[in-house]
């Protein structure tokens, strides 16, 4: 998907929000247990309840793969199942050597047809570069996360005076375009999106930590929004298990539109077209 | 497998080899596609002809991962193929979260039984501590990688007078043990390994770019081993494709042998017992 194209998604749906598919058997209502795929059937119902409401789903690869063949076969029946206007991404946090880093973009943009993945930073240009050489697909780069552990390495201060976050998305910007590259910034600490916009005012932001892990979306908006609103915004258990019983989907449905509601005010109020 | 059975194996074979099993379909022998299974068929006849001189198999994920469900199934026959006292790594760099980190440790200790994964430190100590919590297990943490993009981030100069790969050794090595975290270090820069060992003297390192990358064995050794010998030497390409006809395997196995000589010289040179 182009970013032209996210763009009038995000304009047709008044919203911009991700829906994470962190599906957990675990987690996921006892009475599924007893279909044939249970992640499968949770997954399905919940993107019925909820496509209305948002422009992106992003499976985290985690919970599909420690399931094994099985779960890879969920990961490819769910894409097949997600309408083709919304955005997909592939919450994988990738990164190796060049001819590695070749065979996960192949994994992810022609095996599984995801339009982006996401990729650590720390090994560098060859290990982000090959996600940059599909027409339509995209890299989203690790940039700022949202948990505790950000704070051992990300920032870290540097001889330049910028932090290690700031020259990761200083450095990585120049790798790309704001056409095939996104970046991860944690909404726990949205004051840090006023100097983040500074170092990349265009590039499309993928937003997580927003509900479960605290964050508040008026706040990101207010210094993440751009004027093409340059925003994903995910949400992941707060909409999956907003209901446990035979009626769960029903209250993803509403926890979806709830907060694409509060997208659409904000989108009216925020963005001067 | 534990430190002490590592280091038993290294003693026994005299060897601190690692075969890496990055077996594309594109460059195993022509002759193998008419299998069934090619690459699990490349793989056994690999393993058949190296084992004897080698402590550790690191399949690459990434070239599982891209064939999809087949490729896993290739993964999971491979692993059961390879002897019970061999040493294995997911090569894998897996990153994220406390609860995904969590999904993917469970994948490759639980799901796919192997003794070690290698873990990316950007996320911090949430992303990492998953991995060191299952006994016997490993999680081995990327410090100084061995590719051109290392260049980009690992060497940030710190206000602290470090630089950045060196505060990822000295802080991570804090969150575990030397039995339970090993520490990627690339060959291309082994000069850099006498600094490395005043950090974490006592770790296994995991040493990839010996051969094809351009890293010096002997000069690896000079200032990586430690009294346990503490190394263990990644080799893929100069071993897995060291033959292209029928007689493949026995290429592999003799540039695995060639390999297993040098070290068994540099152990009883070296290492004073």
């Known amino acids: 998907m182009t970013r032209k194209e996210l763009i009038a998604q995000i304009n047709k749906k008044k919203s911009f929000l991700c829906v994470g598919l962190d ?5 996921i209502p006892k009475f599924l247990l007893d279909c044939e795929n249970p992640i499968l059937e949770f997954n399905k ?16 690869i985690a919970f599909y793969e420690s399931r094994g063949v099985q ?5 490819q029946a769910t894409l097949d199942y997600i309408p083709k206007d919304i955005f997909t ?24 047809n995801f339009d982006s993945v996401t990729i650590a930073p720390f090994m560098g240009e060859d290990s982000v570069a090959p996600f940059l050489s599909h027409a ?5 780069v690790l940039g700022l996360t949202s948990n505790k552990g950000a704070f051992d390495f990300q920032f870290s201060e ?31 600490k949205a004051e840090s999106l006023r100097g983040i916009r500074k170092i990349i005012p265009s590039h499309f932001l993928l937003v997580p930590g927003v509900g ?50 509060e997208m659409a005010a904000i989108l009216k109020n925020q963005i001067k077209n």
Request: hydrophobic share 40%.
């Open 158 to 188: 540097l001889i330049s005076g910028e932090k290690l976050f700031e020259k990761v998305l200083r450095t990585t910007a120049t790798w790309g375009s704001n056409e095939n590259l996104m970046f991860v910034v944690g909404a726990t």
């Open 89 to 112: 991404i592939a919450d994988a946090k990738r990164g190796d050597i060049g001819n590695t880093a070749n065979m996960y973009a192949k994994t992810f943009f022609e095996t599984y």
């Open 23 to 27: 599906s957990d058997i675990r987690k």
């Open 71 to 75: 779960g890879w076969e969920t990961l």
């Open 45 to 60: 119902r919940i993107i019925d309840a909820t496509k209305e409401y948002c422009v992106a789903y992003k499976p985290n």
């Open 136 to 140: 339509g697909k995209w890299g989203i």
């Open 212 to 261: 479960a892990q605290g964050g508040s979306l008026a706040e990101v908006c207010k210094y993440g929004l751009n004027r093409d609103c340059g925003l994903l915004i995910n949400s992941s258990r707060g909409i999956l298990y907003a209901g446990a019983d035979e009626s769960f989907a029903e209250a993803s449905g509403d926890a979806a539109k709830t907060i694409q509601l």
